[in-house]
């Protein structure tokens, strides 16, 4: 998924321990209704994380 992320000039995700059990429901909602509106929300929010990080490491000092 990282994979695909970057090359749409995203920054890679890291799901971590907490968020698996919600990242694992909202995969297997897709598998089994393709719905994937759970899944897109879920990379959004942790997406947004991973982009807040980057700018509170790298932003202006």
């Known amino acids: 998924m990282n994979y ?6 995203f920054l890679p995700i ?10 694992y429901a909202a995969l297997d909602l897709y598998a089994a209704s393709g719905d ?3 899944f897109t929300e879920f ?8 982009l807040q990080w980057f700018w509170d490491f ?3 000092k």
Not at 14 to 23: A, C, G, H, L, S
């Open 43 to 50: 990379v959004y929010a942790e997406e947004k994380t991973a």
């Open 14 to 23: 890291v799901i971590k321990t907490k968020n698996r059990e919600k990242y």
């Open 4 to 9: 695909e992320l970057m090359r749409g000039e």
């Open 58 to 60: 790298y932003g202006e």
């Open 36 to 38: 994937i509106n759970e």
